[in-house]
């Protein structure tokens, strides 16, 4: 049963490739400046945030526009990667319906869209950080170990929230609006110092944050992770992951009644 | 009224599987076994959220069930041509996603041995912003091989649609019969096992036409099975050599392709007939 899953998983993965370079390039199709857009908007928004934060948070942050680079990196990463995977089985429906592709893949190209795009954006990232003259450190150079984390997770979830959403269209509305609070419990363009004490476990149940932090402590403050996060972003892939393939197999059988 | 109805079709079937009996197991290549196959034609769609709880607070979701196919029972031997008729809505398109693994049946197992190129739609898998050239990886991809083994096959496919000029124009700009002439040679070009043939051969002029029959039968000479849908008899005589008659979701009979199209014929001319008369 396993190794059948495994060989079927192997068959498929040129079909992976060819997806994700299909949807990448539908994606700027006739766009002047093309995949440049991947690394100019969160470049953009960066100027802003800076010049809107950057002396609020002065004592706390050192180096503000990297800082919230990361944050925004990570965070698009698993909310529009989660959120595109979500509806993978409805944009993918006209193929769904006349091949024989097992359905989880299209959770996984788009998720590994995101990932790509993402990888674009750390060009610009490690641009900017040497630029500002963020000490160099060798720790930087593992920065795929937390992305790596967060591709698992957000696969996992991702596959979660289709097996739902293709039979109940409304979780599209909803989650956009959990994405919105999802936004402001991440310390994405605020350092952690501000959240009370008592209550800065609540934060670390945001697997966002401990993804981020891991990867801020990386690139940033050159240290190696503690290994009690690393534990944690462990488990928390692997759950979510194991959770997202359960429930999708489940609700998988009835998905060409409702799309 | 309904039960006796369903006990007759059952015995009908039972014969079926009394004409198939004789074949040796290790020949069998497809084997469906009393599958049913149902939808929901639910008239509002549970899409929202308040019209599922609504219908749930009423008792039960409201479904209108329909049954595409029911107790359907039969085999294909390695290297035989099987044609499916039978009117519109009979279920013939059913059984074949059925048996491409597309549709998974509600009761009942189908067991398929080797590999399957579905032509459920020639157009089908194909991306239409995407160029003739990245269509032919992509849907080669999505049967399950690799840019390497479809880079060999890629002259090959062109030639056979006859597109050489067209392979880095979109799809989009395609005529309808262009699709079709590059669906078809791009299905029919991997070296499938089973190859389920849904109407493929109505398109494209008679040239094509030709072409694609050559084409299916040197591949049954070459030891693949295929499944065919048609409305055309002439052509189903001309390529199977067995036929299998479905009718609301049921068989009604199989045998060879020349008595079955025959029997066909006639009921479809019974009904016409009928229907003069009514009016």
Redesign the interface.
């Known amino acids: 049963m396993f190794k059948k899953s495994v060989n079927e998983f192997m ?2 993965i ?2 992976l ?3 994700v370079k ?1 949807d990448f ?2 994606k700027y ?1 006739k766009s002047v400046l093309g995949v440049a857009w991947s690394m100019l908007s969160p470049l953009l928004m960066m100027v802003v945030m800076s010049i809107l934060f950057s002396t609020v948070f002065k004592r706390s942050i050192p180096y503000y526009p990297v800082y919230w680079f990361s944050g925004n990196l990570f965070f698009t990463f698993v909310t529009q990667g989660s959120h595109m995977a979500m509806n993978s089985m409805i944009t993918n429906s ?8 097992p359905n989880y893949f299209f959770c996984i190209s788009k998720v590994t869209l995101e990932l790509v795009m993402s990888l674009f954006s750390l060009i610009p990232y490690f641009i900017v950080g040497f630029i500002l003259k963020v000490p160099f450190n060798f720790n930087a150079l593992l920065f795929f170990v937390p992305i790596f984390y967060t591709y698992i997770f957000t696969i996992g979830l991702g596959m979660f929230l289709c097996a739902y959403a293709t ?4 979780l599209e509305y909803l989650y956009s609006v959990v994405r919105r609070m999802w936004m402001y419990i991440t310390p994405i363009f605020y350092p952690i110092d501000i959240v009370p004490t008592q209550f800065r476990f609540l934060w670390e149940l945001n697997p966002i944050y401990v993804y981020l932090s891991i990867f801020r402590d990386m690139t940033i403050n050159g240290v190696m992770p503690s290994e009690r996060s690393l534990i944690i972003a462990t488990c928390y892939s692997i759950i979510t992951l194991v959770l997202g393939i359960v429930t999708f197999k489940e609700k998988e ?1 009835r998905f ?2 409702y799309i | 009224m309904e039960i006796s109805n369903a006990t007759v079709e059952l015995m009908q079937d039972q014969n079926v599987i009394a004409d198939t009996s004789q074949i040796p197991d290790e020949d069998i290549c497809i084997d469906v076994n009393d599958v049913s196959v149902m939808f929901n034609l639910s008239k509002n769609r549970e899409d929202g959220l308040k019209e599922y709880f609504i219908n749930m607070v009423k008792g039960k979701v409201a479904f209108n069930e329909f049954w595409a196919l029911r107790n359907i029972n039969f085999k294909v031997r390695r290297g035989d041509a099987v044609a499916l008729i039978g009117r519109n809505g009979s279920g013939k398109s059913t059984l074949l996603k059925t048996i491409a693994g597309i549709i998974k049946p509600v009761r009942g197992t189908v067991t398929v041995k080797g590999t399957i190129a579905p032509l459920i739609e020639l157009s089908g898998g194909f991306d239409r912003s995407l160029s003739a050239r990245e269509n032919i990886y992509l849907s080669g991809a999505m049967h399950g091989h690799t840019n390497r083994y479809m880079k060999k096959r890629f002259d090959e496919i062109i030639e056979f649609a006859e597109l050489e000029k067209f392979v880095d124009v979109p799809v989009k700009n395609f005529s309808s019969g262009m699709v079709s002439r590059l669906g078809f040679a791009v299905a029919t070009c991997v070296n499938a096992d089973i190859i389920i043939a849904d109407e493929v051969l109505a398109v494209g002029d008679a040239k094509f036409r030709k072409k694609c029959e050559e084409r299916i039968s040197s591949m049954l000479k070459g030891g693949t099975t295929i499944l065919f849908v048609s409305h055309n008899v002439n052509q189903v005589k001309k390529v199977c050599r067995n036929a299998v008659w479905l009718e609301k979701g049921r068989i009604i009979d199989s045998g060879t392709a020349e008595e079955i199209c025959d029997k066909y014929n006639d009921a479809l001319k019974g009904t016409k007939r009928k229907l003069i008369k009514n009016s």
Do not use: A, G, Q
């Open positions: 068959n498929y040129p079909f490739k060819e997806i299909r390039k539908k199709y006209s193929l769904i319906k006349k091949m024989k592709i039979f109940l269209r409304d059988e060409f009644l």
